[in-house]
């Protein structure tokens, strides 16, 4: 099998909550096989899937995730939201990266004008059901593309 694999995927939460969807994007998955970036647990139940070939499988969130890291909590001035007012705790917010990806954060406690998020993942204590449709392997650079340097200011 290749060391990279463009899939698709769905993941559920145990009421059946569909929270991720890479066939609604419309932008497939590259899941490397050949470092760190994947747990094991979940390298392991991909890393003989076939093109063409779906599973289904469950795993709890600190498989996938791995354990709850208490510097990924932050704490954010109220007004920098868009609506403060409608702010409150328990809430999932979508927070734009610079790179234009995007990550959860939950918040967990609103003291006057200072919001805690905690940037763990939300589904980290739960059970996740995934269900992978594998594509093929990804795309390699073996196409004569030479990468060269540009010096683009002086």
């Not at 060391?3 to 998955?29: C, F, K, M, Y």
């Not at 999932?92 to 967990?108: L, S, Y």
């Not at 763990?120 to 594509?135: F, K």
Request: aromatic share 6%; hydrophobic share 40%; net charge negative.
């Amino acid at each position: 099998m290749s060391s990279a694999i463009l899939v698709h995927w769905q993941w559920r939460l145990p009421d059946g909550t569909l929270i991720e969807d890479s066939r609604a994007r419309n932008r497939p998955v590259l899941l490397r096989l050949d470092d760190d970036s994947l747990s094991t647990a979940l390298k392991n139940q991909v890393a003989d899937i076939k093109p063409g070939e779906q599973r289904v499988f469950s795993l709890p969130g600190t498989d996938i995730f791995g354990p709850y890291e208490p510097n990924r909590v932050q704490f954010l001035e109220r007004q920098r939201f868009p609506e403060p007012a409608s702010l409150k705790e328990g809430l999932v917010i979508e927070f734009a990266m610079p790179d234009g990806q995007t990550v959860p954060g939950v918040i967990k406690q609103i003291v006057g004008d200072s919001v805690t998020i905690d940037f763990n993942p939300p589904w980290l204590e739960t059970q996740l059901t995934i269900e992978v449709e594998c594509l093929g392997p990804a795309p390699t650079r073996d196409d004569g593309i030479q990468a060269i340097p540009v010096k683009l200011e002086d």
